[in-house]
């Protein structure tokens, strides 16, 4: 697992070393990659064309690497599964995956995303001594933390690790916004006002960092839109390391 890098680095040329291996992997994997599909993905070109070569990488390497089944979903308003757990990614599914990506919905989902991906996982296991990760890739604004934060634990008690690949608003803004600061708008210092009971029993407001209540464990926040497919590249190994040793 530790060649993953260089072999996505060699453009998937350098796939004689997958051959190496003399008997199959100790575990099976279930791989999903849930990309946003609202209009905020779309506010800049590179944004839309990095998530495809994103994509393809992930399905591309995860194929080569023979490490179990992988499926696709777009998520907004809705859920739509695009690629399912059973089916071959080759060259026209990855085709066909791609063109149904609209970019065009007018909210993200989270929670219903969630709801959708634990029962897909459920669905597609049919033994115990599997591994399941999920990347979900979207700007990671979130609406009920506290019901995502629910559905982060049984995600955990069922061997599925979320990993929350969060593009800042200034990585995915279009070139030359003017309208975008770097600081001010980063979902880094975007703040998060709630109401809370107070010492009497009166409801105050409680200010505090979005990012500090962020109901997914682990997420990485990316300010450079082109450090997407590397990023992606090194969660796959540290993944796979990390499950290796247990």
């Known amino acids: 697992m530790k060649r993953i890098i260089p072999y996505i680095a060699s453009d998937y040329r350098k796939d004689k070393i997958w051959l190496r291996r003399t008997k199959p992997a100790r575990r099976e994997y279930h791989v999903m990659v849930a990309v946003d599909n609202s209009k905020s993905m779309a506010q800049s070109p590179q944004a839309v064309e990095l998530a495809y070569e994103t994509l393809a990488l992930i399905t591309t390497a995860l194929n080569q690497l023979e490490v179990g089944q992988l499926a696709v979903v777009a998520f907004g308003e809705h859920v739509r599964l695009l690629h399912p757990f059973d089916a071959s990614f080759d060259a026209d599914a990855g085709a066909r995956v791609l063109s149904r990506f609209s970019f065009a919905e007018d909210k993200t989902d989270v929670v219903q995303l969630m709801d959708a991906s634990l029962r897909l996982f459920e669905a597609a296991s049919s033994q115990a001594d599997l591994w399941r990760l999920q990347l979900v890739i979207s700007d990671g604004m979130c609406q009920d933390h506290a019901q995502l934060l629910r559905q982060v634990r049984a995600a955990m008690e069922q061997r599925i690790m979320i990993v929350f690949i969060v593009l800042d608003r200034s990585a995915i803004a ?10 001010t708008d980063s979902i880094m210092n975007t703040k998060r006002v709630s109401f809370v009971p107070g010492a009497d029993g009166k409801l105050e407001i409680k200010t505090e960092r979005y990012i ?35």
């Open 174 to 183: 279009a070139p030359g916004a003017t309208d975008i600061d770097p600081e």
């Open 212 to 246: 500090d209540t962020f109901p997914f464990k682990y997420y990485v926040v990316l300010r450079d839109i082109h450090g997407l497919p590397s990023v992606l590249a090194e969660t796959l190994r540290q993944y796979f390391s990390l499950v290796g040793t247990e």
